[in-house]
């Protein structure tokens, strides 16, 4: 079963930075399109970033600067380097991979940004 699983959240003061992990597992992973999406109170779920398997990125023009997508292969994970954090960027960030329409969304997890 192919399930993804995120990690790194949690409550930091404006101007910080967090390190979002996420992990698959249950397949090989390398021509899958790997993205994190982010979903505010009240708000519907936006992409954020993602990063195909060569390596070409793509941002939300709200992070773009701050925000850096990666991926290892090696270990089946994205991260989401998140710098210069604002209140704004508060939500439940989602991990997201797909491959030829197959795809599979994380639980999330929680980034507070306080002000």
């Known amino acids: 079963q192919v399930q993804v699983v995120e990690s790194g959240g949690g409550l930091v003061q404006a101007g910080g930075s967090l390190r979002l992990s996420c992990v698959a597992s249950g397949s090989r992973f390398n021509n899958y399109i790997m993205a994190w999406y982010r979903q505010a109170p009240g708000k519907q779920r936006e992409m954020v970033a993602a990063i195909t398997s060569g390596g070409t990125t793509n941002y939300a023009d709200s992070v773009k600067g701050r925000f850096t997508i990666s991926r290892n292969e090696a270990k089946n994970t994205v991260y989401l380097q998140m710098n210069s954090l604002e209140s704004p960027d508060t939500g439940v960030y989602y991990c997201?991979?797909?491959?030829?329409?197959?795809?599979?969304w994380g639980q999330g997890t929680q980034v507070t940004v306080s002000s």
């Open positions: 997201y991979i797909n491959r030829l329409g197959f795809s599979v």
